[in-house]
């Protein structure tokens, strides 16, 4: 018998911290040896000249999820995991998302029954708060979180999915008390419809305008208050999907004041600006998500995000909606900004856009890349050291990747089920030729291996402060006493 089920040979491996050249030998399913001369293996693959990094985690995903107004996405499990595996994405978190009125549990169970038979790849859930009512505060959100439901996203605006500041605190004492890590939208609801309503009353329809009503003293205000309210309670917050110089600015001063205040920006912000939403009839809604790309002067932001560790994660908030009535143009064909689906596609590109942007003109390194794509949201998220990482133990999740090979993302390229990429014409140098998921091959060049339904779900575990008092930040924020008094 084969000392090995796989041996990938002769590649660089680099993880958030390390790069080196070691053979990887894989063993059911996991890594079982890096270095050299491992021995035999009943597959020996040969990595020369190839990059072996762990496989991407992508954190923030909307995968057959109904939006706020009830739109289903494009992509279903399968799709959506097809595509995240051959851009080299083997773990997604997408939303099990509650609606005003449902049970989380029931919102739960429909997550598994969606992504089980489908996904191709490992996934957890993050839950959608939309309705935090007594029976959900009291008895099923922390009963999810201690069955592994760890992280949760709320949202400051929508006006189905918003909830009050008053509930923010609420779900972050329970989220402090449990364990759990909540996420969130920060946008101004008041000030985009005050906005909004100013345009629409003067004819100003078009979807450029979606970008001028998400102003971004919206986003900066809000993350600015939802910083202050997770500090009044000393509890965990990771802003999602940042966009703004602000924004940015707000969370790196709070992590620099002890807070555990978390970032995560997206390619959008990086590689698609305002003035693509004032293209021509209704193109424009092809690149409509919330918060708006915003100009040039903010993507240097974000990227200097990125490089100065404001950002941990760097997520997809892939968002599928079609070029047709059932996606962008649910409401007609001509509808306002206001009724654009909201939401860009993007889980199949996340990888190779900041690989070519990001290492290949030297703006972050190997492995801040590996960090920002696959291990900080493992780490963040309870998935690691199982997912984010290559390690004797860890999960053989890797992406071979081939640092030179060229391309030119076009719609036909990708296999999400949208049809359009905001990102058509753009060329890329980096992706991956080989993707495994636990040891098994997924991609291999332009072929899928993987059956349906074989990604597995990830359990995670909550971690409750041990002594909930002693870990407030009372030496550097006084006002956090009072969130300890509340407890
Ligand atoms: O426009 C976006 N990002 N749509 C997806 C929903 C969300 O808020 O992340
Ligand atoms: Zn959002
Ligand atoms: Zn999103």
Redesign the pocket.
Known sequence: MADYDLILEGGTVATASDTFDADVGIRGGRIAALGTKLGSAARTIDARGMLVLPGGVDA?C?IEQE?STLLMTADDYYSGSVSAAFGGTTTFVPFAAQHKGQSLRDVVRVAHERAGPKSVIDYAFHLIVSDPSEQVMGQELPALIMDGYTSFKV?MT?EKLKIDDAQMLDVLTLAREYGAMTMV?AENNDVINWISERLLSRGYTAPKYHAISHNPIAESEASRRAIDLARLIDAPLLI??VSTPEAAASILEARNRGLKVYGETCPQYLFLTADDLDKEGMEGAKFC??PPPRDKAAQEAIWLGLKNGTFQVFSS?H?PYRFDETGKLNAGPNPTFKKIA???PGLEVRLPLLFSEGVGTGRLTLNEFVALTSTNAAKLYGLHPRKGTIAVGADADIAVWDPTWKRTITHSLLHDNVDYTPYEGREVTGWPRLVLSRGRVLVEGETLHAERGSGKFLDRVPVPPKDPAATLNTPLDPAANFGARLL
Do not use: L, T
Request: hydrophobic residues 20%; proline residues 0%; glycine residues 6%.
């Open positions: 923030h909307h939006s949202y929508y939208h999602v999907h998500c919330s908030d968002a909201n939401g860009v």
